[in-house]
C-alpha cells in the first residue's frame, strides 16, 4: 500500500499495515521508501486512539536522542545501601513518567533527551525514536503506552521525513496470551504472541511457579533490552546465529546519574549502558542467541548480576566491558568478542568450552574474597590485534583487587604475549592468575618461561585436588550445581 506520492519518494507501510487486525501491542511501525529517507531534525508523530481520539503517545524528533559526548563531572559515589527492587506492579509509561528517579539518582529530563521506561526502571533510557538503515525506517512509541483490544491512528508530520506520510490505522489483538502459558513467542515479522524482546519480557510474570519459556524466532530485534528482579524464565533462541538482539547504546548514550555511580560495588544503581541487561534475576536462562551493542566505548553486549543463571550456546559482542557478570552464572559455549577489559565482573562466572576473543586484555576480574572469579575450561582465547594479557589488575580510582581470580585450565591461547598477566597493583599475594596446560593453536604446550611472577602455573603432580576442584562448576559458583 502507498502511504505517500510526493516529491520525495514513495514510503509504503510495511508493519503494521494499514487496516491491519490481530497487531501486538508492542509493535514497532516500520516503514520502506523508494530511496533511503533523510531523518529531520523536527516534527511530531503521534498515535491516536482512533475511537476517542485520545492523544496515546507523541514523539518529538526534536528532542536529541542521547549524549554523544562523555561527561565531565568528577567521579560520583556509590549508593550506602544496596539498590531496592521491589515487588508489585511494575512501573511503566503507561503510569508513570519517565524519568522519575530512584535511590536518590538525579531526575531525568525528558526535554532534553529522547526518555523511556524499560523494564520498571523510571529513571529511563536515551533511546532512538527513529531508526534509518537503508531505505527502511522503523519508528519506536514509547514502551508499553500500546494496549489490547484498541484501534490506533497513526499521524506523522511531513518534517519528519520531509514529506507528507499519509495517516493510517490498525488494531491490537483483543488480549495477550493465558496469564499462566508456560511458553510464548517472539517473532520479529508480528506473527508471534510479541513484536519485540521487551514486550514479551514485560507480560510474564517476575517470578512464575514453573519455569516460561520466551521463544525468540529467527530475526533482527533492535531494541534496548532491560529486565530485573525476574526468576524462572529461559529466553530460548530459535538459532544462535539467526536471532540477534542488538542496540547501540554504551555508558555515554546511557549513562550513570550524576550523582550516583554504577558497576563498581554489589547492590548499586543499576547500569543502563548495556544493549541487554538482566538485573538481579534468579534462574534466568538464556540460549542460542546472539547479544550485540553496536557502539563503542564502555559498552556490553550482556550485563548479568544475580545468582544461578545460565547463558549457554551465546554470541555476545560488545566493546569495553562487551560481558559483564555479576553473581552466580555458567556459562557454555559461549562466544565473547570485544575491545578491552571484554570480560569484567565480581564473579563467580563459569566458563566451559568457550571462544573468547579481544583486541586488548581479555579481562579485569574485580571479585571479592568471598567468592570466585573467572575460570575456564577447555576454553579458547584469541588476541585479535597483537598481543595482548589474559587479565590485567591495575588501580582503579584508588582501589585495589586483592582477591581477583581467573583460573585457566586446558585453555588453548593465540596472540597472548610472553607475560601472559597483565599489570597488578598491589599486593599480589591472594591473586589468582592462574594456569594449567595451557596450549598453542597447533596443540604444543605454550612456553610460559616469561609469564608474571605473580602468576601461577599448576601441575597434576602437586595441584591435582586444586585443578579437580577448580573443574567442578558447584565448587567454583558456591554450591550450585547447574543443570546440563
Not at 157 to 180: L, M, N, Q
Not at 188 to 197: E, H, M, N
Amino acid at each position: 500500500m502507498i502511504a505517500a506520492a510526493a516529491p520525495g519518494g514513495a514510503a509504503t507501510i510495511l508493519l503494521p499495515a494499514a487496516g491491519a487486525r490481530q497487531v501486538n501491542p508492542d509493535t514497532h511501525l516500520t516503514l520502506r521508501f523508494d530511496q533511503p529517507p533523510v531523518l529531520g531534525s523536527a516534527g511530531m508523530i503521534r498515535i491516536y486512539d482512533a475511537a476517542s481520539g485520545r492523544l496515546v503517545d507523541t514523539l518529538d524528533l526534536s528532542i536529541p536522542a542521547g549524549p554523544t559526548e562523555r561527561t565531565k563531572l568528577p567521579a560520583a559515589p556509590y549508593l550506602t545501601t544496596p539498590y531496592v527492587y521491589a515487588d508489585g506492579p511494575r512501573a511503566s509509561n503507561a503510569n508513570t513518567r519517565a524519568g522519575m528517579p530512584s535511590a536518590g539518582a538525579e531526575p531525568g529530563d525528558g526535554s532534553k533527551y529522547q526518555l523511556t521506561i524499560i523494564g520498571g526502571f523510571t529513571d529511563g533510557f536515551h533511546f532512538h525514536p527513529v531508526i534509518v538503515h537503508d531505505k527502511t525506517a522503523t519508528i519506536y512509541p514509547h514502551n508499553n503506552l500500546l494496549a489490547y483490544g484498541k484501534r490506533y491512528r497513526v499521524q506523522i508530520d511531513d518534517a519528519v521525513f520531509g514529506h507528507a506520510i499519509k495517516p493510517w490505522e490498525f488494531s491490537t489483538k483483543p488480549r495477550g496470551p493465558a496469564a499462566d502459558a508456560q511458553r510464548v513467542v517472539v517473532s520479529a515479522d508480528g506473527k508471534g504472541d510479541f513484536s519485540t524482546v521487551q514486550g514479551a519480557l514485560d507480560y510474564v510474570p517476575d517470578h512464575p511457579a514453573k519455569r516460561v519459556t520466551i521463544f525468540v524466532r529467527h530475526g533482527d530485534y533492535e531494541e534496548i533490552v532491560y529486565f530485573r528482579n525476574k526468576s524462572n524464565i529461559t529466553m530460548q533462541g530459535e538459532a544462535r546465529d539467526k536471532v540477534r538482539i542488538h542496540y547501540a547504546n554504551n555508558e555515554v548514550f546511557n549513562p550513570h546519574p550524576p550523582n550516583i555511580s554504577t558497576n563498581e560495588q554489589p547492590g548499586t544503581f543499576p547500569s543502563r549502558r548495556a544493549a541487554f541487561a538482566a538485573d538481579n534475576v534468579k534462574g534466568v536462562h538464556l540460549r542460542d542467541l546472539t547479544l550485540e551493542t553496536t557502539l563503542q566505548g564502555q559498552a556490553e553486549g550482556l550485563l548479568i548480576t544475580g545468582s544461578e543463571n545460565i547463558v549457554a550456546n551465546t554470541t555476545v559482542i560488545g566493546s569495553g566491558d562487551a560481558l559483564q557478570v555479576n553473581g552466580s552464572t555458567y556459562l557454555p559455549d559461549v562466544k565473547v568478542v570485544g575491545h578491552g577489559d571484554t570480560i569484567l565482573g565480581r564473579g563467580p562466572a563459569f566458563f566451559e568450552r568457550c571462544d573468547i576473543q579481544s583486541r586488548n586484555a581479555f579481562m579485569w576480574i574485580r571479585n571479592p574474597a568471598t567468592n570466585h572469579g573467572n575460570v575456564f575450561v577447555d576454553c579458547r582465547f584469541t588476541a585479535l590485534a597483537g598481543p595482548t594479557e589474559l587479565a590485567r589488575l591495575p588501580a582503579n580510582k584508588g582501589n585495589n583487587y586483592p582477591y581477583a581470580e581467573a583460573v585457566l585450565i586446558n585453555a588453548t591461547l593465540s596472540g597472548i604475549s610472553p607475560a601472559g598477566w597483565g599489570q597488578i597493583d598491589g599486593d599480589a599475594a591472594n591473586v589468582h592468575f592462574w594456569e594449567f596446560n595451557s596450549r598453542n593453536a597447533d596443540g604444543t604446550p605454550v612456553d610460559v618461561s616469561q609469564r608474571n611472577p605473580a602468576s601461577r602455573q599448576l601441575t597434576m603432580e602437586r595441584d591435582a585436588e586444586t585443578i579437580r576442584n577448580y573443574s567442578n562448576p558447584a565448587w567454583v559458583l558456591g554450591g550450585w550445581a547447574p543443570p546440563h
